[in-house]
């Protein structure tokens, strides 16, 4: 519990704004003389009281006191100075460069405090394997191809997020949310345990399907609990968890240094994910909607079939078009700086680390402004933008190599917000899952053929992988254009708006 305590001189009319409900970060409603209490907002509990005495020149001593207590569990901490020096200035909502777009309630601001630990457990999982492989190969015994067999075969749990989330439209989100996390961790704590490079391809295509699986589950329930203006933003919340995760993937990574098995450590650390999602997942209620939905029925409508139709063409298309030049950009970087520029691995480490570091504020950025300018706009922008920055760097080198990386990443990042909430939204809730799980699984596929062209291409061409990615970079310019005619504008839309038949 937080208390805030103020003692100021006021002038009569100062006092008449004191004794106003607030509609600020917080919504007061009154609760007798010269007290307030909570209609809205992130707080689990709220209460404001005055006590005014009129002084000898006519001006008012008050003593206001602001007692609350957040509605954010394990990031409390964080917002802990924010808030209370919003507390204290009662400025306009939109005034707090941190806070949302919109204000959460209780509930929102729970569940997504949540999410964000979980979705922190995801992006670890999803990173083990690509960090850990040649360290792995090493132990083993094998060579490139041994992993190249290891990481296209590991691909294929797409197919198990697909009946994973799929399941959720029947099951609930919050049960296979808590049963795609905890077997997720428990597959990869195998992988560490693993006796040679094809049991831990085996344990690792399902944990990497179970956790694709985790990570669609988590930007449903959000986009489902989120108020209408915040979905952008709190999907760009969630993405900059899952790079935290990813982060702390490689933070462990020097182990393998240590030892020649020091790799299986990063797998081990997948327990401690047990216990984040064992004691935050199940803290997690069944979405609203979904419960909605279930008692409510499918709807057998005609036009809501065809627009379902319609809309998993556009997404599923444009994530195949997306991901054939995203992956080989992101797969190939360090060979092209390597092999082509002639980096060191210091120097690589150094490069990445300068150029992807900075893409958590585009991602932060891009949520906000998908919200206030919407979805089409900054999608499309930012899609063209990045791609256009990002293939250019790819023909240059010395500062220009880094600073077209820089502002392709960026840029890029911003997109990313905007056209990942369009997944949950353009769906109603008893199709939600199954679609994005379809959505993902192109998108899959997408990737591989374009590491596969990318790689033929390069190697036609003696090695440079510049026209390469020139040419699969029509694909996303393409989804760029399709995001600004043809894909609704959601922001500011009610789900059920966006899809009638849940209405």
Same mark, same amino acid.
């Given at each position: 519990?937080?208390?805030?305590?103020?003692?100021?001189?006021?002038?009569?009319?100062?006092?008449?704004?004191?004794?106003?409900?607030?509609?600020?970060?917080?919504?007061?409603?009154?609760?007798?003389?010269?007290?307030?209490?909570?209609?809205?907002?992130?707080?689990?509990?709220?209460?404001?009281?005055?006590?005014?005495?009129?002084?000898?020149?006519?001006?008012?001593?008050?003593?206001?006191?602001?007692?609350?207590?957040?509605?954010?569990?394990?990031?409390?901490?964080?917002?802990?100075?924010?808030?209370?020096?919003?507390?204290?200035?009662?400025?306009?909502?939109?005034?707090?460069?941190?806070?949302?777009?919109?204000?959460?309630?209780?509930?929102?601001?729970?569940?997504?405090?949540?999410?964000?630990?979980?979705?922190?457990?995801?992006?670890?999982?999803?990173?083990?394997?690509?960090?850990?492989?040649?360290?792995?190969?090493?132990?083993?015994?094998?060579?490139?191809?041994?992993?190249?067999?290891?990481?296209?075969?590991?691909?294929?749990?797409?197919?198990?997020?697909?009946?994973?989330?799929?399941?959720?439209?029947?099951? $609930?989100?919050?049960? +296979?949310?808590?049963?795609?996390? *905890? #077997?997720?961790?428990?597959? %990869?704590? /195998? @992988?560490? &345990?693993?006796? $040679?490079?094809?049991? +831990?391809?085996?344990?690792?295509? *399902? #944990?990497?399907?179970?956790? %694709?699986? /985790? @990570?669609? &589950?988590?930007?449903?329930?959000?986009?489902?609990?989120?108020?209408?203006?915040?979905?952008?933003?709190?999907?760009?919340? /969630?993405?900059?968890?899952?790079?935290?995760?990813?982060?702390?993937?490689?933070?462990?990574?020097?182990?393998?240094?240590?030892?020649?098995?020091?790799?299986?450590?990063?797998?081990?650390?997948?327990?401690?994910?047990?216990?984040?999602?064992?004691?935050?997942?199940?803290?997690?209620?069944?979405?609203?909607?979904?419960?909605?939905?279930?008692?409510?029925?499918?709807?057998?409508?005609?036009?809501?079939?065809?627009?379902?139709?319609?809309?998993?063409?556009?997404?599923?298309?444009?994530?195949?078009?997306?991901?054939?030049?995203?992956?080989?950009?992101?797969?190939?970087?360090?060979?092209?700086?390597?092999?082509?520029?002639?980096?060191?691995?210091?120097?690589?480490?150094?490069?990445?680390?300068?150029?992807?570091?900075?893409?958590?504020?585009?991602?932060?950025?891009?949520?906000?402004?998908?919200?206030?300018?919407?979805?089409?706009?900054?999608?499309?922008?930012?899609?063209?933008?990045?791609?256009?920055?990002?293939?250019?760097?790819?023909?240059?080198?010395?500062?220009?190599?880094?600073?077209?990386?820089?502002?392709?990443?960026?840029?890029?990042?911003?997109?990313?917000?905007?056209?990942?909430?369009?997944?949950?939204?353009?769906?109603?809730?008893?199709?939600?899952?199954?679609?994005?799980?379809?959505?993902?699984?192109?998108?899959?596929?997408?990737?591989?053929?374009?590491?596969?062209?990318?790689?033929?291409?390069?190697?036609?061409?003696?090695?440079?992988?510049?026209?390469?990615?020139?040419?699969?970079?029509?694909?996303?310019?393409?989804?760029?254009?399709?995001?600004?005619?043809?894909?609704?504008?959601?922001?500011?839309?009610?789900?059920?708006?966006?899809?009638?038949?849940?209405?």
């Amino acid at each position: 519990m937080t208390t805030i305590r103020t003692t100021l001189v006021c002038s009569a009319d100062e006092l008449t704004v004191r004794r106003t409900a607030r509609n600020d970060i917080v919504a007061e409603s009154p609760n007798g003389l010269d007290q307030w209490t909570l209609e809205h907002g992130p707080f689990r509990s709220y209460e404001r009281t005055l006590q005014a005495e009129l002084r000898d020149d006519g001006d008012f001593d008050v003593e206001e006191t602001t007692t609350y207590r957040l509605a954010i569990p394990v990031w409390a901490w964080l917002f802990h100075l924010p808030v209370k020096r919003a507390i204290k200035r009662r400025q306009e909502m939109f005034a707090y460069w941190w806070a949302p777009p919109d204000r959460l309630d209780a509930s929102a601001s729970t569940i997504l405090g949540l999410l964000c630990a979980v979705q922190i457990v995801d992006g670890y999982l999803g990173t083990v394997l690509t960090q850990t492989l040649t360290f792995a190969a090493d132990e083993f015994g094998h060579g490139n191809t041994a992993q190249g067999y290891v990481l296209g075969t590991v691909r294929f749990g797409v197919l198990i997020s697909l009946v994973a989330v799929s399941l959720a439209d029947r099951r $609930g989100r919050r049960k +296979l949310l808590l049963a795609t996390g *905890i #077997a997720s961790c428990s597959f %990869t704590v /195998l @992988g560490g &345990l693993a006796q $040679g490079l094809v049991s +831990l391809g085996a344990s690792q295509l *399902i #944990a990497r399907g179970l956790s %694709t699986a /985790l @990570g669609i &589950l988590i930007v449903i329930v959000a986009a489902e609990e989120m108020p209408a203006r915040c979905r952008a933003w709190a999907a760009s919340v /969630l993405v900059l968890s899952a790079g935290l995760g990813s982060g702390m993937a490689v933070w462990i990574l020097p182990v393998a240094d240590a030892d020649v098995r020091g790799w299986r450590v990063v797998y081990l650390a997948a327990s401690l994910g047990l216990v984040v999602i064992w004691r935050y997942g199940r803290r997690l209620p069944e979405t609203h909607r979904f419960t909605e939905a279930i008692d409510h029925g499918a709807s057998e409508d005609e036009a809501a079939r065809e627009r379902w139709r319609t809309r998993l063409t556009l997404l599923a298309v444009s994530a195949f078009l997306v991901a054939m030049f995203a992956a080989p950009a992101s797969s190939f970087q360090n060979d092209f700086l390597k092999d082509e520029r002639g980096f060191s691995a210091a120097q690589i480490s150094l490069f990445t680390l300068t150029t992807s570091t900075p893409a958590g504020l585009g991602v932060l950025v891009g949520g906000y402004l998908a919200e206030r300018r919407g979805r089409r706009t900054v999608g499309a922008v930012g899609l063209a933008g990045g791609v256009i920055l990002t293939t250019l760097s790819f023909f240059t080198s010395g500062p220009a190599l880094w600073l077209l990386t820089l502002s392709g990443v960026i840029i890029f990042a911003s997109a990313v917000p905007a056209l990942a909430v369009y997944g949950p939204e353009l769906f109603g809730t008893h199709d939600r899952g199954r679609a994005n799980g379809l959505v993902v699984t192109v998108g899959v596929i997408g990737s591989a053929l374009g590491l596969v062209t990318a790689g033929f291409i390069s190697d036609q061409l003696g090695g440079e992988l510049g026209p390469a990615l020139a040419l699969l970079a029509i694909g996303p310019l393409a989804v760029a254009v399709l995001v600004r005619i043809r894909y609704p504008e959601t922001a500011g839309l009610e789900l059920e708006e966006i899809n009638p038949e849940d209405a």
